[in-house]
Each structure stands twice: as structure tokens, then as C-alpha cells.
């Protein structure tokens, strides 16, 4: 049956492609999957010779040679430019006048010829201002001028004409003028800087084989710092006005490490022979793996005080997982969009592989499990759930699906295939994969078929359970117990819904565990492989009848875990009592699944957090349970007057234990300061808005407390959050005291916050103007911060307003700009006049891009969750 769908498969996308061939490409931004397999038909060998002239000004100019080679010149074929001014157009030595369209440049038929074909064009075009093609920021601080390039999903031809999909790889040589105090990265190492008039000209030599979206080039006053420790040469940048909040050590030591580990792991070498990091402004994702030159979020890696264990172990991790993709993504590349997801699962879990087995962060799987986990089985039980492999019919919809199913669930299977497979059968397949397809595009079959070939096992059944089939399964004990002995255990899986009823096999361990003296203790365990609803465990037969189990022991699947009732009543009773971390981690989550079941009442939850918050000693897992107090902070203040007494007692009692345990942790920074987040993020009572004052201007000294420029700005966002006595003129002298990038994003972040009506409709009508001169990440700052949970009152003044302009906001804005839109502005005020409203919506606006609908309908289920967390709370 497989084989005949892949045959089948096979002959539509190839009758696809010769239809596309016949037809003319739809004249809108976007490129169909059906377009880029008729151009990749036809097209082949591809070389690129880019030369640009970047000033500093709003606009640079380029001129792109393109060689290639072309087996049917008998129909136009078309190259990608995005709303550029077109000079000149010279193809195959003859001057023609382009046709273009603002989105592609078509050649007619007349001018190519089978063989090797040379396009030249030369243009200009503005810097982009929203993180993608070839971004412009002007550092507020000196005035200097950084640019950098950003690609993904498609956005090269943003910046150069190019043929934008990623199964047409191609070399690429580049020049580039610039001013002279300006340094230049790209994905190969230059040969030679000339002064020339007004400045500098930079030469690279031609790369490797990269899909466009692999390849980039940066250039700016960076301040750069050079490491030649390793086996490979090390460079890292920055702005200049930020380079003392980078830390070069560690980020050289976790590239080391990294590039050491993947070495041996993969078996085969680094292949692009230096390895430049780049920390960028207004950067959209978190990092960017451009072969040679990967970029890295200013917002996530600057810090003013040294980083927390919390940050490092992050940066190590992210460092780990662009390496990755370097093997994995640049060095072979799926085909289509459809095979983003494999390049970030397999990113996502080689990058915590690396760090747990590379860094000083041995527990990295623990952050895992309570993190990008976890999100993935939330993503997994909303509405528009999906499969991890799932169509992509043009790069409109390339990051529809591009969410904790494609990076977290996706890294899950592969962690609990390495665990089906074995390790080392793992590593060879991957290798194999890694060896066979290097410089070429792959598909999932390829991948796969490679892992399949080492196991000498058939993976046709679990490919399709676990890659293309939705839904998270539910996994729970059900046993007996005579005499003290257990008498029967069969571990019991359950479909998602109806909907998607799939049972997959997995393999697992079950832990028993025994209440004694000294507290919680594993008595058993063994690994079990499962499939279908019922598997009888006999090897469990005999043993002593336990206080808890736990079906997951040590995070292998992923399923979600139901707790027997006696098991439930033990992890509520008894979290102490545990000594492993990762296990207690689980048992926190089940209590916190309850709560998003509206099984186990909030206010019993958050009684949990008080009596065991404070002694926990362990800081991931301390940062996981202040994470979920953050969140049920979130559904209180959502709940609005009907919790407000419940709200006001609890309140205060967290204010006091976080400010409590901040005090006591003075010889621990890094406790110390995930206690003050915390204390941050409960603090409402007018009590603890004035030891936040007071802390700011000196009066209240915690001692170990270092008060840094972020700490002010965190400050000054809760007073102005509520609106503190003078906090809009504390807001205001900060503004003239912090004149950086991230002050004034920091700003704009505490001004928009305040519960002003009038700041409210001010900030509203600067994030509806899609012709704004502020950059996107000041906006999406603004729309970050506009209405906290707790203003549902001030949201709804214009919640009306912004629900009826969904649909043309949706039509007149692009995907970038949506995506943020989406999650930020939909309103929700946790009633069920706002569920019925947002549903109204679903069925009016049939017509929404797809992620735009999907914003609406998970907005409009947690609405109703929280509603239901409401009904389920206990207080009177």
C-alpha cells in the first residue's frame, strides 16, 4: 500500500508539472509548489554572481548574474524579485526590456535556449524594515547603520533576483561596496578588502551548493570578535553600542563544544570551514541557520548583568540547535516547504542531544520535557491541530504549520524512534542519510528509507502513525493488586477524539514507586513497546502493589499521561517527597493538566505552589513551576470581578512568598532572580507596587540584587501596568536616561501597558497603519502589550472594532505581520458572551488566510477553557 501511494504520488506531481509548464504562473506574490516543480523540471546548475552597493541609505542597488542550465527553452520561465526598480535586463548577451510585475521577472521563450543560459539584472531596492530580505536598522544610540539578511521561509528574492525554492541550490560569488568602517559576513570567508572611493569593496569566493534560503550576507560597523581555539575559525558580532552586554567566552566555548560534538556525532566534517554567529536588531525568529554566518535575536542573547544558569543553558541551546541544521537543512535540504518541519524537529532534537551530552547542562532533556514539550501537546489538543508532515500549496502557506508540532512533537518521535531503533542504529541511519544526499534536496522517504535500511525494519507503519496522522495519544495504568502483590497491569492507550482515532506504537518505561521514610522511591521499572489499546505488561505480575505509577517513566514517548486516581492523589500529596527532578517535573505537569481539564480547581493548584514552591532546589525545575504560576496568574486576572476577592487574598500570599524566597536566595543569583521575576510577575497589591518603587529609586536595598538596566525596565512596566502614583513620569526620566534600541522598545512596551483608554486608541491606530515608519518590532512590541489580562475591561472598548476589521486587516497585511496580529489583537475576555462572539467570527470571516483563521479558532478555545477553569474553581 505505501509503495502504491508514492507511485501514485509520483505520477500526479509529475503531471503537475507539465501542466505548470503549459500555464502561465499566477500573477500574485507567491510561489506555488506546482510552479517551482515545473521550474525546477526545467532548470539546473545554478550559479549566481551578486554584486551590491550598500551606503547606509534606505535604498542599495545589486547587479545578478545568473547561470544555468535550461533542458526546455520553449515556454517563459519566470525569476523572483520582490518590488524592486528594474535598470537593465540582459539575457543570454541581449538586451531586453523585463517583463515584471513586482513579485517576478518572466523571460520570454525567444530569448532562452536549451543549454547553459546567462540572466543578468540590475536593480535597486529599499532595505526591508520588518526582519526579512535585507534588513535596515539605524542604532538610535550613534546613528550607525546595520544591515543583515534574513530568507526564511522564502524571502531571498527580497534582496536579490533568484530562483526562490529550495530544490534549486546553486553556488554563489559575491561582491560588495560598502562604507569604509563597515565589515562584511557571508557564507564563505572573503578574499580581498580594496579602499575605493567613499569606502571599501569586498570580494568572497564562490560557495558551495545552498538552497537561497541557506545563503546570506551582513554587513555593518559590527564590533567582531575572533576565536581560532577550535578546529574551525570563530567569529562573533555585534552592534557596537550593545558589545559590552556580549558575553564571546561562552558563546565560543558552547560553538566549540558543539562543533566537536557534531563532528564525531554526524561523521562527517563541518563543511563550510569558519563559523561566524551574528547577534542582529528586530529580528522576527530566535536565530537563522545561514550556512557559515547564522544570526541570533538581540532580544534573547544581550544581557546588562551577567547571564543566569537559565540563560546560558538557553543559549547553549539554540547555538546547538543551528549547528545542527548546518548538516541537517544546508547541507542536504528537503525539497519543498513540506520538509521544514523534519530540518526543525531534527534541529530541535540534536540540539538538546548536544547540550546534554556536550555542555554542562547535562539535564537538558529535563527543560525539554517541561518547555517545547509541553507546548507541543498543548498545540496538539487545540483545534487546528495537524499532522507533522502536512501539504504546503504555495510559500504563502510555509509557515502555517510552523509551531511546537513541527519543532517539539516532531523532535518527540524522533527521540522516542531513537529509543524504538537503538542509538547507535539511530546514528548510523542518520549518517547514511547525511552521506548519501550531502549538497542534494531529500524528501522524508529519503530520510526514512535511510534510518529503515539500518534498523533492517520496515518504518512504513510508524511513518504513517506518527508523521501523518494528528493527535496526541493518552496512555494510563490500569492494574490490580492482591495481597500486596500486583496481580494484572495493562497499559491502556486512547485515541485523541473521534476525529483522530490512530494508536501508535511506542516504546516506554513504566515506574512504580513506593511511599516510605524516605519519601517517593522508584521500586521497578521496564520498558515496554506498545500498540493498540491494550498492552498486557506481565513482567509487572508479582510486584509490590505501588503508592504512584508512572507510565512515562523518564520521558522516552509522547502521550499524554492519565494518573490513576490513587496515583493522582499521591503526586498532589507527596511532590516533596520526590527526589528525581524530571519526576517530579511530570508530576507538577499532571496537577497542571488537570487544571487546563478543569479537573483540579486552580485556587487547589496554586495552594500546591505555596506549600512547595519555596523549598524546590532544583532551578529548572523551580523555573518550570513559576512558569505555570505565571500562567494561572494569567486566567485569574482573565476571570475579572467573579475571582476578584479569591485574586486579592492569593495575591498577596505569592507576593510574599516570591519576595520571601528573593530575600532568602541573596547568596544564589541565579534563584535570586528567578524569585524577583516572580515577585514581578504576581506584584498588583498597592503594597508591592511600592516596594517595586522603592527598590527602583534606592530606598529598599535586597541584598545579592543587582538592579540593572533590564530589571528597571521590568519595574517600571508593572507599575505603569497598574498604574502606580508617578509611574508615567518614572517612565518618562527612564526614557531620557536609556536611549538604546532596547530601552525604547522597552518603552513603548510600558507606555502601552498603562490602563489609558486614551494610550489604548493612540497605540491601536499606530499598529492598524501598515504604511508606519516605526519598524515592525516596535509594533509588535505595542501589540505584545496592549491589553495585559487584566485590562479585559479596557479590550473590550474596542474589542467590537477589532473583530469586524479582522478580515481586511488580514487581506491588506502580510503573513509576517499577521502572525503577531493574530495572537495579540483577537480579543477574549473569559466569559461566555466573548466565546459566543469569537465563534460568530469564525462562522462570519470564511474568507482568512489560514493562519489568521487559525489565530481565531485556538483564541476562541482557550476563551472557553478559561471559562471552564472558572466554573471549576472552588472559592467562596
Not at 503537475?16 to 539546473?44: F, T
Not at 535604498?59 to 544555468?68: H, I, P
Not at 513551576?625 to 486576572?637: E, F, Q, R
Amino acid at each position: 500500500m505505501k509503495k502504491y501511494l508514492i507511485a501514485a504520488a509520483v505520477t500526479l506531481a509529475c503531471a503537475g508539472a507539465h501542466a505548470a509548464a503549459e500555464a502561465p504562473r499566477a500573477e500574485n506574490a507567491y510561489l506555488s509548489q506546482q510552479d517551482a516543480a515545473a521550474r525546477a523540471a526545467r532548470v539546473s546548475n545554478v550559479d549566481y554572481t551578486l554584486a551590491f552597493a550598500l551606503t547606509g541609505k534606505e535604498s542599495f542597488s545589486g547587479t545578478t548574474t545568473l547561470s544555468f542550465d535550461l533542458s526546455d527553452a520553449s515556454q517563459p520561465l519566470t525569476i523572483d524579485l520582490d518590488k524592486a526598480s528594474i535598470s537593465s535586463v540582459t539575457v543570454n548577451g541581449k538586451a531586453v526590456t523585463p517583463h515584471y510585475n513586482q513579485w517576478f521577472i518572466t523571460l520570454a521563450a525567444q530569448d532562452l535556449v536549451a543549454g547553459r543560459n546567462t540572466v543578468t539584472i540590475a536593480y535597486t531596492r529599499l532595505h526591508s524594515t520588518n526582519g526579512e530580505g535585507l534588513h535596515r536598522m539605524v542604532d538610535p544610540v550613534d546613528g550607525r547603520v546595520y544591515t543583515y539578511s534574513h530568507f526564511e521561509p522564502a524571502a531571498a528574492h527580497q534582496m536579490f533576483p533568484v530562483f526562490d525554492q529550495p530544490d534549486l541550490k546553486g553556488t554563489y560569488q559575491v561582491t560588495v561596496t560598502t562604507p569604509a568602517d563597515w565589515i562584511v559576513s557571508s557564507t564563505t570567508r572573503e578574499t580581498g578588502v580594496q579602499d575605493i572611493e567613499g569606502g571599501k569593496r569586498w570580494t568572497f569566493p564562490r560557495s558551495k551548493k545552498l538552497s537561497p534560503y541557506n545563503f546570506s550576507m551582513h554587513a555593518g560597523p559590527y564590533k567582531v570578535w575572533e576565536d581560532n581555539s577550535g578546529k574551525y575559525p570563530m567569529r562573533l558580532f555585534a552592534r557596537q553600542s550593545v558589545a559590552a552586554q556580549v558575553s564571546p567566552q561562552d558563546w565560543f566555548k558552547y560553538t566549540r563544544q558543539g562543533l566537536a560534538f557534531f563532528d564525531e556525532y554526524f561523521g562527517i566534517p563541518y563543511q563550510f570551514e569558519k563559523y561566524d554567529q551574528l547577534l542582529v536588531p528586530d529580528f522576527l525568529y530566535g536565530a537563522m541557520e545561514n550556512a557559515g554566518a547564522i544570526t541570533f535575536a538581540e532580544g534573547r542573547f544581550l544581557h546588562k548583568e551577567e547571564m543566569t544558569a537559565a540563560q546560558k543553558q538557553s543559549l547553549a541551546g539554540v547555538i546547538m540547535h543551528e549547528m545542527a541544521h548546518q548538516w541537517f537543512g544546508d547541507l542536504v535540504t528537503m525539497k519543498w516547504w513540506n520538509g521544514l518541519w523534519l530540518n526543525e524537529s531534527f534541529a530541535s532534537f540534536m540540539g538538546t542531544l548536544a547540550t546534554a551530552e556536550a555542555t554542562e547542562f547535562t539535564n537538558a532533556w529535563q527543560g525539554f520535557y517541561s518547555g517545547g514539550k509541553q507546548a507541543a501537546y498543548v498545540q496538539d489538543q487545540r483545534v487546528t491541530t495537524h499532522a507533522i508532515e502536512t501539504p504546503v500549496p504555495s510559500t504563502a502557506n510555509a509557515f502555517d504549520n510552523i509551531d511546537a508540532i513541527t519543532y517539539s512533537k516532531g523532535a518527540s518521535t524522533l527521540k522516542q524512534l531513537r529509543h524504538l531503533l537503538g542509538e547507535e542504529v539511530f546514528r548510523q541511519g542518520v549518517h547514511n542519510y547525511l552521506v548519501k544526499y550531502q549538497y542534494r534536496n531529500a524528501t522524508l522517504d529519503d530520510f526514512i528509507g535511510s534510518l529503515g535500511q539500518a534498523a533492517q525494519r520496515d518504518l512504513s507503519g510508524w511513518t504513517r502513525e506518527w508523521l501523518y496522522q494528528a493527535g496526541v495519544n493518552t496512555i494510563a495504568a490500569d492494574f490490580s493488586c492482591a495481597g500486596g502483590k500486583i496481580s494484572a497491569f495493562t497499559l491502556r492507550q486512547s485515541a485523541a477524539s473521534k476525529a483522530l482515532p490512530v494508536l501508535r506504537e511506542q516504546r516506554v518505561q513504566i515506574g512504580l514507586f513506593r511511599l516510605g521514610a524516605q519519601g517517593l522511591a522508584l521500586s521497578k521499572n521496564v520498558a515496554v513497546t506498545y500498540q493498540g489499546a491494550a498492552t498486557a505488561v506481565p513482567e509487572l505480575k508479582g510486584a509490590a502493589c505501588p503508592d504512584l505509577v508512572y507510565p512515562n517513566y523518564q520521558d522516552w514517548g509522547f502521550a499524554q499521561v492519565q494518573l490513576d486516581k490513587k496515583s493522582f492523589a499521591t503526586a498532589q500529596a507527596s511532590l516533596s517527597k520526590v527526589d528525581d527532578p524530571l519526576l517530579r517535573s511530570m508530576l507538577w505537569q499532571s496537577l497542571w493538566d488537570g487544571v487546563r481539564a478543569a479537573k483540579l480547581p486552580l485556587n487547589e493548584f496554586l495552594q500546591t505552589v505555596l506549600v512547595n514552591a519555596p523549598a524546590e532546589q532544583d532551578y529548572t525545575l523551580l523555573g518550570d513551576v513559576v512558569g505555570k504560576l505565571h500562567l494561572s496568574m494569567d486566567y485569574l486576572n482573565a476571570m475579572g470581578p467573579s475571582a476578584a476577592a479569591y485574586k486579592a487574598k492569593v495575591g498577596v500570599q505569592l507576593e510574599q512568598m516570591a519576595f520571601a524566597a528573593t530575600q532568602a536566595a541573596s547568596a544564589d543569583k541565579n534563584f535570586q532572580r528567578r524569585w524577583f521575576g516572580t515577585y514581578l510577575d504576581v506584584a498588583s497589591s498597592p503594597a508591592a507596587l511600592k516596594q517595586l518603587a522603592d527598590i527602583l529609586d534606592g530606598k529598599l536595598v535586597v541584598p545579592g540584587l543587582n538592579v540593572s538596566q533590564d530589571v528597571r525596565w521590568d519595574i517600571l512596566n508593572r507599575l505603569n501596568r497598574y498604574a502606580y502614583a508617578g509611574s508615567a513620569e518614572l517612565l518618562a526620566a527612564e526614557q531620557e536616561r536609556d536611549k538604546t534600541d532596547s530601552g525604547q522598545q522597552a518603552a513603548i512596551a510600558a507606555t502601552v501597558v498603562r490602563p489609558d483608554a486614551k494610550v489604548k486608541t493612540e497605540w491601536l491606530a499606530a499598529i492598524a497603519d501598515l504604511q508606519t515608519k516605526l519598524p515592525f518590532s516596535k509594533v509588535r512590541t505595542a501589540m505584545n502589550n496592549l491589553y495585559p489580562s487584566e485590562q479585559g475591561a479596557l479590550s473590550e472598548q474596542t474589542a467590537a472594532q477589532r473583530l469586524a476589521g479582522l478580515a481586511a486587516v488580514d487581506k491588506a497585511a502580510g503573513p509576517v505581520y499577521m502572525r503577531a496580529y493574530g495572537a495579540a489583537m483577537i480579543p477574549a475576555t473569559c466569559t461566555p458572551a466573548s466565546v459566543q462572539r469569537l465563534e460568530s467570527a469564525i462562522v462570519k470571516f470564511k474568507e482568512l488566510s489560514t493562519s489568521t483563521s487559525r489565530s481565531l479558532q485556538v483564541i476562541k478555545q482557550e476563551d472557553a477553557r478559561c471559562v471552564a477553569i472558572k466554573k471549576a474553581m472552588t472559592i467562596h
